[in-house]
């Protein structure tokens, strides 16, 4: 499969759930035609007409046996916390062939849950989420350029990790394959840690506002908490599923904010402007390593 | 004063330091026609060019004394380590009316210092602050509806607080007038804590980076740690004068971190949801009242 030079190779792919990753996968795959039909599961009425207005899929339906039918591969978008049923669901419906992967944030639990069922899944998390929701937001440019994470295991199946990774190469997605556990550590440092900050940012000061405080928050914090819009109930599952690699990130934080207020006791001028010459010298540093990417 | 119909009440204002916040000041000051003449005083030589070709003040100089004789008013936009200096050199320049000001992010330790030397001074912050620096970056509508925050005290002359309060309200600010000690109180929560922050988890993550990190960083990374990118050298000066209000924000934000690897310790859901729910709610609620503003 080229991007380039797109063929048909895929006769029908499902998305279950299309929200804002789902309705991406779909719009990119169509854009690309890189299947003959895009069918959606949903689970409201509604989302019907939305999907189909939007543009996201061919099809849309409530029926789970109708979507999955004959489907070569099924994308499973629906939050981390409900992948084992749902595997268990469409376990008897998928022909042999089918190929089955995800785009949770969060690896090993859902690999541990779904594998045992579904002999020829293989997990993947594209890393382009967004404190926004929905199929309105969704967009066929989503994954270009984008870290596609794929995690194998030693029970995957090797056509099925082939597959996997030229289907997100496929929509534009930059590949790093690793163990589900590497993954879970890296993203619990890169993405979970400030999500968590964020919000922990919110509830330390709006939601135990001060006297007066309320004209003095400016463009700084609003970037700074921004993550902390995001879906509570998504964070709640990432949360629960990847809780002690995030963990672990926290402690790394709290031994800075620790060493920083030792510094501010000590008033120690040199030990401040350390702190803040390491960061500003680090960001910038990897800026400049993102804009040539 | 009045912004809509300026006469020039000021026949002679004078910037010290020219650099983002002060270029801002003259662009905004010859914009609205406030004054006869800014005069810019700048320590380099190349910098006299600069701020005139720029347009943020009418003349440049790296004299002192050319450059605050007769001026009516003074405002200090240099480092708040080298206020009281600065107003030990100029007290013998100024003539018997002139009104003294800055631009500091930290109140009680200027006024402190600068207070006993200069009895027509009055402090001020306009929360306008960027991550980026230098009068390149300088713009006439930087202080157009944001928070100017001015800190008079029981020493204060009134007439000098009424003439720095018309001051930044003809520039567009919105004034409140506060004590310097509820001022330090407040931007340590809702400036230097979210600033701290955004260092720490700099150099918690890309300052110790493990392997095969570096495909994983997103827009929600680059978002939340974008003010660790600011000048290390002023912030330490903010850190190191406003070091016991910043320690207690922190503080507040530590217990709310404990309380997260608590709930994530035990598993708990509930908990899990509330931390991310209420951080939403809270942030959004803001936004839509930030909005109205």
């Known amino acids: 499969m080229d991007a380039l030079s797109p063929s048909v190779e895929l006769p029908k792919i499902t998305l279950i759930g299309v929200g804002l990753l789902g309705g991406s996968v779909g719009l990119a795959v169509k854009k690309r035609g890189l299947a003959g039909c895009v069918t959606g599961f949903v689970r409201r009425v509604e989302s019907i007409d939305e999907c ?45 062939e089918a190929v089955v992967t995800d785009v949770g944030s969060v690896k090993a639990s859902v690999i541990q849950e779904v594998e045992p069922i579904l002999s020829r899944f293989v997990g993947s998390h594209p890393l382009c989420g967004s404190e926004k929701t929905g199929v309105a937001n969704a967009s066929a440019n989503l994954f270009e350029g984008a870290t596609c994470a794929v995690t194998p295991t030693e029970q995957s199946d090797t056509e099925a990790v082939v597959k996997v990774n030229e289907f997100w190469s ?9 163990t589900v556990e590497a993954h879970d550590e890296i993203v619990a440092r890169t993405s979970h840690l400030p999500h968590v900050v964020a919000s922990a940012l919110v509830n330390a000061v709006l939601c135990k506002p001060c006297a007066g405080e309320s004209d003095f928050f400016g463009t700084g914090f609003a970037d700074t908490t921004r993550l902390a819009s995001g879906s509570p109930t998504m964070w709640r599952d990432i949360a629960l599923t990847n809780a002690e690699a995030i963990q672990k990130a926290i402690d790394d934080l709290q031994v800075e904010l ?23 010298a680090s960001r910038d540093q990897w800026l400049e390593g993102e804009g040539k990417k």
């Not at 207020?261 to 702190?275: G, H, P, R, V």
């Open 170 to 178: 496929a929509l534009g997605g930059r590949l790093v394959n690793l």
């Open 52 to 96: 189909l207005s939007i543009g996201a899929v061919d099809e849309a339906t409530q029926d789970l046996t109708e979507a999955v039918t004959e489907a070569s591969l099924v994308v499973m978008c629906t939050p981390v916390g409900g992948m084992k049923d749902m595997a268990t669901q469409i376990k008897p419906l998928l022909s042999t």
């Open 258 to 280: 620790s060493e920083l207020k030792a510094a501010l006791t000590q008033k120690d001028a040199d030990a401040l402007e350390k702190f803040f010459k390491e960061s500003k």
